[in-house]
Nanobody, 116 residues
């Protein structure tokens, strides 16, 4: 049974930092490209970063230079370090496999709110 559990979100002031974690189970984690996605209110979910099994990374322009995706295959965990946060980064953040959600499954996500 697939399970993706995101954590680490919260309320942060503009310019602040957060580190998100996503623990995966029920999949052969090391075999998958993993991604971080986000969904802002009233908007579609979008991919913002992905990391290949051998750790090469790709970022959307909106987060490039501010966010860093990483993974630990020994812990079946993918991370997202978010620096220089902006109000427009406010969203629910999800992890999943890329390019498609594993078995159509999505976890509960973790809320990130950037506000003064």
């Amino acid at each position: 049974q697939v399970q993706l559990v995101e954590s680490g979100g919260g309320l942060v002031q503009p310019g602040g930092s957060l580190r998100l974690s996503c623990a995966a189970s029920g999949i052969i984690f090391s075999a998958y490209v993993m991604g971080w996605y986000r969904q802002a209110p009233g908007q579609q979910r979008e991919l913002i970063a992905r990391i290949r099994t051998r750790a090469s990374t790709v970022y959307t322009d909106a987060v490039k230079g501010r966010f860093t995706i990483s993974r630990d295959n020994t812990k079946n965990t993918v991370y997202l370090q978010m620096n220089s946060l902006r109000p427009e980064d406010t969203a629910v953040y999800y992890c999943n496999t890329y390019p498609e959600a594993i078995q159509g499954y999505w976890g509960q996500g973790t809320q990130v709110t950037v506000s003064s």
